[in-house]
């Protein structure tokens, strides 16, 4: 393997983030050692451009970011968005209508100008508090059109099934995706869009075209873009569903050092 020419792929929450949603020592110099070595190191996350900025200054990151999971890459550093795709206008009725079947739910829509709650229940409280998001507060007919990249609905843990299988009778993945990037919330995507689809984008991105995509997630919002990269990999801590699918599950958790691990994983292939 030929350090130079791969390119790490990793989910924040639940992968380089710990339980306290702090980056490790240990995974921190990893990364800064395989970045070194002439690595290229990127995140794939659900987070919006504004709350994600104080990630890309800890990480010393030099490479565009996916972002809204999948539905962005965005350059940080020329502050250009690379690739974009938006929710349908009918999303806004979608969200209205499942508000109404479903109206303790909590809620926000991610535009690339920031986050608009319309609903603030406690799981979303739970969302802004720990992202740091300082949203903007509003009904949903008032929240501007256009640029909604997409909708996060935030419940409590035993009513997120019902909520997606309610979604799923009246029909409405017909018109978008729904993922689920926790056990407390459930996103709405543009159709076709998730951080694999955007993987498969960030390929056809100048000068990657012979890389080697790792790619390195935990979650359900994790699985296609685990599956589109040519090596897939999830911490010890991964869903079950994510253990199945991938090519490498390494033996740390999100806690004690998992992107670490799979850094030195490369770096003694590639010393092979």
Known sequence: ??????????????????????????????????????????IATGRTIQTFARYKDMLNLRMPVIMYNGAMIYDYISGNVLYSRCLPE??????????????????????TDGTYVFSNNKQEQLHTNLCGIEPEYMEINEI???????????????????????????????????????????????????????????????????????????????????VSADIGVCPANAEKTVRSISDIVLESTNDNGAVAELINYIINKAED
Not at 90 to 111: A, D, Y
Not at 193 to 205: H, N, P, V
């Open 90 to 111: 009918t999303s806004r009725k979608i969200t209205g209508k499942i508000m109404n079947f479903m109206p303790e739910c909590g809620g926000e829509v991610l535009r």
């Open 144 to 226: 501007p059109d256009g640029d909604w990249l997409k909708v996060l609905f935030a419940l409590a843990p035993e009513r997120i099934s019902l909520l997606e299988n309610k979604i799923r009778r009246m029909g409405y993945y017909e018109h978008a995706d729904f993922v689920r990037s926790s056990d407390i919330f459930l996103e709405m995507l543009p159709k076709g869009t998730s951080k694999g689809s955007a993987l498969d984008e960030y390929r056809r991105l100048d000068g990657m075209e012979d890389f080697t995509f790792v790619a390195i997630g935990d979650f359900d919002n994790d699985i296609e873009m685990i």
């Open 1 to 42: 393997m030929d350090i130079t020419k791969t390119i790490i792929f990793s989910d924040m929450d639940g992968t380089l983030l710990n339980s306290e949603k702090q980056i490790n020592e240990i995974d921190r110099k990893a990364i800064e050692k395989f970045v070194s070595l002439g690595g290229k190191f990127t």
